[in-house]
């Protein structure tokens, strides 16, 4: 028989649905029946596509003796954290300071008062490796609730006191200027792997947002140590099994330091700043990779993630059945030379084992390899690499896919959009500016109501109750920015100003200039969640910088410039420390630091061929965080039309930078080097 999760819209709690464990959504009645029978609460937070997640589950939450313990002496909840980010991380915070380390699943027993008291990650069935069962945590929790409870009480209140303590006050700290930004430049360098690419050991992640600092920077500076830096990890995650050679799109992150095995989960996060990255290295190098990359992972979010509703979903799962019934995580993606050869022929199995890295002892497990690209020498006839690719690809099709999550969140579809928008522009794609307006459509029709409050996700078309979070506004209001330069339309810089005074009026501390994660009126949780560092995505704080940024720079509104460099005053204090972990806010401060630029490209008509191509100039400037309007003399569509004539008749770009502006052009390779120095 079902329990109540039963009801719910989130793919992750639907997949506990049917377990014997009788779970709760987290809600105010779930801890009413905690107070009521006196028990402590479980929460255990998880989400669709994290393969320990599936583990624990069907160890523990699906075995019938294990939930009968759970039913009789706790209260469950299960809680998706793409849901709820913030019940997320005020628990991950408290996990991580008591335990140095965190992840999911996520375990934590709380008091009724939604106090923690004990935490963990992943527990077994039977203890191993020095952990306890999770039986054995269970017993050991009950026994000290019933036998020690003025114990337990003490330690959930100096938990809670402790995080009560870590409010973040940016002050009066400035945006961060020229010196900071090179100290932050030489800690990437001190962490870079020159040999491999990227930054640390292993597990090695993406490191996208960096790559964007280090995009501006290069901009800005013209620092080439900069831009290899980029070049080379976009080069080598491209080359390695972090990239899906026959499919496109990137893995969540790579086991080894090399880049060649994955944890083979797709997010749409990844996906999206991912491919901004390499559309934005092929505007400043040319690099026919990174345009490869660019339209593939576009082409692969689009052909694997959009939803009927025009959407995008979360994320595809890193298991699947391997044709034995059996889920085993890659079981799609992997090759054997026997499976080579069966579907190519014998020849051509040599070939792709020789191309794609495929060994018969095999890259991976079970004999079986990653596609990788290891050759850097050595000429391959394209033609036939692109037939073989072809064949795999249809192979692979027929194997059973991976499960895909279905949930559209609010901020991972704003990045979609920005990078689904910019790509298509850059390289004469409007399916993809399409694809881009239509779940930019969704977000405005389903995810905003009639004051613009976002809620954070939706499924199958039905909005979910979560409100938004501060990462929803600041990057659905980034995607909008980034629609308006492109398209000329006007009406997404209109939306991503509604979205923006949220920001400042529900957001934001009016003393400080310091940002929350949830907003002033949402439910109460025993902290504000208020984190700037950047993770696997944008923080909410330096994704609602970098809009306020831009929308500043449209509009001239020096509330919006004001509120974002306050904001800025945390990468001050962060960014020459720990500058893997503040990537996106180095680079909204690099943008500040060149202006950012504004450009207002007019024209007869949007239509007019010599006003494209000034405004495809403006797009591929590549000046850190510059903003383009575009549209017809007169035009009231943007603030920065205003007063913009044509010159002589003819399509004019007028470039502004710090309240002063140079002189209108007519030509766009004038324009590109206006925008490039």
């Known amino acids: 028989?079902?329990?109540?999760?039963?009801?719910?819209?989130?793919?992750?709690?639907?997949?506990?649905?049917?377990?014997p464990v009788d779970w709760w959504p987290w809600s105010a009645e779930a801890f009413d029946e905690a107070r009521r029978t006196d028990r402590p609460v479980l929460l255990s937070v998880g989400y669709s596509s994290c393969h320990w997640?599936?583990?624990?589950?069907?160890?523990?939450?699906?075995?019938?003796?294990?939930?009968?313990?759970?039913?009789?002496?706790?209260?469950?909840?299960?809680?998706?954290?793409?849901?709820?980010?913030?019940?997320?991380?005020?628990?991950?915070?408290?996990?991580?300071?008591?335990?140095?380390?965190?992840?999911?699943?996520?375990?934590?027993?709380?008091?009724?008062?939604?106090?923690?008291?004990?935490?963990?990650?992943?527990?077994?069935?039977?203890?191993?490796?020095?952990?306890?069962?999770?039986?054995?945590?269970?017993?050991?929790v009950r026994q000290a609730w019933e036998s020690r409870r003025e114990e337990v009480a003490e330690v959930a209140g100096k938990i809670v006191q402790d995080l009560a303590r870590r409010e973040i006050a940016v002050g009066d700290a400035a945006a961060p200027g020229p010196e900071e930004l090179g100290q932050a430049l030489l800690g990437l360098t001190r962490e870079y792997d020159p040999k491999r690419g990227g930054f640390g050991g292993a597990p090695k992640f993406p490191p996208s947002m960096v790559l964007e600092f280090l995009l501006r920077h290069h901009a800005r500076t013209k620092s080439e140590g900069a831009l290899q830096m980029v070049q080379d990890t976009c080069e080598r995650m491209a080359r390695g099994g972090l990239y899906d050679q026959l499919g496109g799109g990137f893995a969540r992150y790579s086991v080894d330091r090399d880049w060649n095995v994955p944890h083979f989960e797709r997010m749409l996060y990844d996906n999206a700043l991912l491919c901004r990255v390499y559309a934005h290295l092929w505007r400043a190098t040319g690099s026919g990779l990174a345009r490869r990359v660019a339209l593939e992972t576009a082409d692969f979010m689009v052909r694997e993630l959009r939803t009927e509703q025009g959407g995008f979903a979360s994320a595809l799962d890193a298991d699947s059945d391997d044709g034995t019934g059996r889920h085993v995580e890659g079981a799609y993606y992997v090759w054997t030379p026997e499976q080579l050869r069966d579907v190519l022929g014998p020849e051509d199995a040599e070939l792709a084992a020789a191309y794609f890295g495929v060994t018969e002892e095999g890259t991976f497990e079970r004999g079986a390899s990653v596609l990788r690209l290891p050759q850097t020498t050595g000429v391959f006839?394209?033609?036939?690499?692109?037939?073989?690719?072809?064949?795999?690809?249809?192979?692979?099709a027929e194997r059973p896919a991976p499960a895909r999550d279905d949930k559209v969140v609010a901020a991972w579809n704003g990045l979609a959009i920005a990078a689904l928008?910019?790509?298509?522009?850059?390289?004469?794609?409007?399916?993809?500016?399409?694809a881009a307006v239509g779940a930019a459509d969704l977000l405005v029709r389903l995810h905003m109501d009639e004051h613009a409050a976002l809620v954070r996700t939706s499924k199958d078309g039905r909005a979910g109750t979560n409100a938004g979070v501060l990462e929803d506004y600041g990057d659905v209001a980034e995607g909008f920015l980034a629609l308006a330069s492109v398209t000329g339309e006007g009406v997404w810089l209109d939306f991503a100003g509604l979205l923006l005074d949220h920001v400042l009026t529900r957001f934001t501390n009016p003393d400080s200039g310091a940002l929350y994660d949830t907003a002033a009126d949402a439910e109460r949780l025993i902290r504000r969640p208020q984190d700037p560092t950047d993770n696997a995505t944008p923080s909410g704080w330096t994704a609602a910088a970098g809009a306020l940024l831009s929308y500043a720079a449209h509009t001239g509104s020096h509330t919006h410039r004001s509120a974002a460099e306050k904001a800025l005053g945390v990468v001050r204090a962060l960014g020459p420390r720990v500058p893997r972990f503040i990537g996106w806010g180095l680079a909204v401060a690099e943008a500040l630091l060149d202006g950012p630029r504004e450009v207002a490209v007019v024209g007869p008509s949007p239509q007019d061929e010599?006003?494209?191509?000034?405004?495809?100039?403006?797009?591929?400037?590549?000046?850190?965080?510059?903003?383009?309007?575009?549209?017809?003399?007169?035009?009231?569509?943007?603030?920065?039309?205003?007063?913009?004539?044509?010159?002589?008749?003819?399509?004019?770009?007028?470039?502004?930078?710090?309240?002063?502006?140079?002189?209108?052009?007519?030509?766009?390779?004038?324009?590109?080097?206006?925008?490039?120095?």
């Open 381 to 396: 006839d394209a033609e036939r690499i692109e037939s073989v690719r072809r064949r795999l690809l249809a192979a692979r």
């Open 1 to 19: 028989m079902p329990n109540r999760l039963a009801h719910e819209t989130s793919p992750y709690l639907l997949q506990h649905a049917d377990n």
């Open 53 to 140: 997640c599936h583990v624990m589950a069907h160890e523990s939450f699906e075995d019938e003796a294990t939930a009968a313990y759970l039913n009789e002496h706790f209260v469950s909840i299960k809680v998706d954290r793409e849901e709820r980010p913030d019940v997320d991380a005020v628990y991950m915070e408290a996990v991580q300071a008591a335990t140095g380390q965190g992840g999911w699943p996520m375990t934590v027993f709380l008091t009724p008062d939604a106090e923690p008291f004990y935490f963990g990650t992943y527990f077994p069935p039977e203890p191993r490796h020095g952990m306890p069962s999770f039986l054995q945590v269970l017993q050991g």
């Open 610 to 677: 010599a006003a494209r191509a000034l405004h495809r100039a403006a797009l591929l400037g590549g000046a850190p965080g510059a903003v383009v309007a575009y549209g017809t003399a007169g035009s009231d569509e943007f603030p920065l039309l205003d007063g913009r004539p044509l010159v002589d008749g003819a399509p004019a770009a007028y470039v502004c930078r710090n309240f002063t502006c140079d002189a209108p052009t007519t030509d766009p390779e004038r324009l590109r080097t206006a925008l490039s120095g």
């Open 421 to 434: 928008a910019e790509t298509g522009a850059y390289f004469d794609r409007p399916d993809l500016v399409e």
